[in-house]
């Protein structure tokens, strides 16, 4: 039976890397996959999962308005091979309903998903795509990094080019390590009351 899987983690925890692993593995198998990734992250490039330690792979770039359950039925048509898995990175940047189009994936066309993203933003908020999968994801898994004072890192932290924190502004902006950092819940506190 297929499977929607949700493996979230705080910035810099490695989800690109295992989804990179992951793919790698059907892909030797001489198994077909489809990669997804929100068209605007453009930080490898448009259509392209890349990880810190330069792992990368070409992927098909969605838009928010975009069926994902129509794109993996036609490619799974297509006569070019079934899709054997599905994986997304940066699923914190899907819609409601595209969470639900991957659920309909595994349920309708017994193709597993395996989605990988950032559980909160900068603000300790939930991602519209994280809240959907973690309420009907089958399976969570938790990818785990650590903050600086050795404890799990569960929280984000944007910040200005000063380095200082930034506490409000658009829930999405694309970045990096020059933008983010990644704390246990007591440093994010603390960076976030820094007057």
Same mark, same amino acid.
């Given at each position: 039976?297929?499977?929607?899987?949700?493996?979230?983690?705080?910035?810099?925890a490695?989800?690109?890397?295992?989804?990179?692993?992951a793919s790698y593995?059907?892909q030797?198998?001489g198994?077909?996959?489809?990669m997804?990734?929100?068209?605007?992250?453009?930080?490898?490039?448009?259509?392209?999962?890349?990880?810190?330690?330069?792992?990368?792979?070409g992927?098909?770039?969605?838009?928010?308005?975009?069926?994902?359950?129509?794109?993996?039925?036609r490619?799974n048509?297509d006569g070019?091979?079934?899709?054997?898995c599905?994986?997304?990175?940066?699923?914190q940047?899907?819609?409601?309903?595209?969470?639900?189009q991957l659920a309909?994936?595994a349920?309708?066309l017994?193709?597993?998903v395996?989605a990988y993203?950032?559980?909160? &933003?900068?603000? #300790?908020?939930?991602?519209?795509?994280?809240?959907?999968?973690?309420?009907?994801? %089958?399976?969570? /898994? *938790?990818?785990?990094?650590i903050?600086?004072?050795?404890?799990?890192?569960?929280?984000?932290?944007?910040l200005?080019?000063?380095g200082?924190?930034?506490?409000?502004g658009a829930?999405? &902006?694309?970045? #990096?390590?020059?933008?983010y950092?990644s704390?246990?819940?007591r440093?994010?506190? %603390?960076?976030? /009351? *820094?007057?």
């Amino acid at each position: 039976m297929a499977k929607l899987y949700f493996s979230y983690a705080t910035m810099n925890a490695g989800k690109s890397t295992l989804l990179l692993q992951a793919s790698y593995n059907y892909q030797e198998r001489g198994m077909r996959v489809a990669m997804l990734i929100a068209a605007f992250d453009d930080r490898a490039g448009i259509g392209r999962i890349a990880s810190r330690i330069g792992l990368k792979s070409g992927a098909i770039p969605f838009h928010r308005d975009d069926d994902l359950y129509a794109l993996v039925e036609r490619m799974n048509g297509d006569g070019s091979g079934e899709i054997a898995c599905v994986f997304v990175d940066e699923a914190q940047f899907l819609g409601e309903d595209q969470v639900w189009q991957l659920a309909r994936v595994a349920d309708r066309l017994g193709i597993p998903v395996m989605a990988y993203g950032l559980r909160t &933003d900068f603000q #300790g908020k939930l991602f519209p795509g994280s809240m959907a999968l973690l309420a009907i994801a %089958d399976e969570l /898994r *938790e990818v785990r990094t650590i903050c600086h004072c050795g404890r799990k890192a569960t929280m984000v932290a944007r910040l200005h080019g000063d380095g200082n924190v930034v506490r409000e502004g658009a829930q999405v &902006d694309v970045g #990096g390590n020059e933008k983010y950092l990644s704390y246990c819940r007591r440093h994010w506190e %603390d960076r976030m /009351r *820094e007057g």
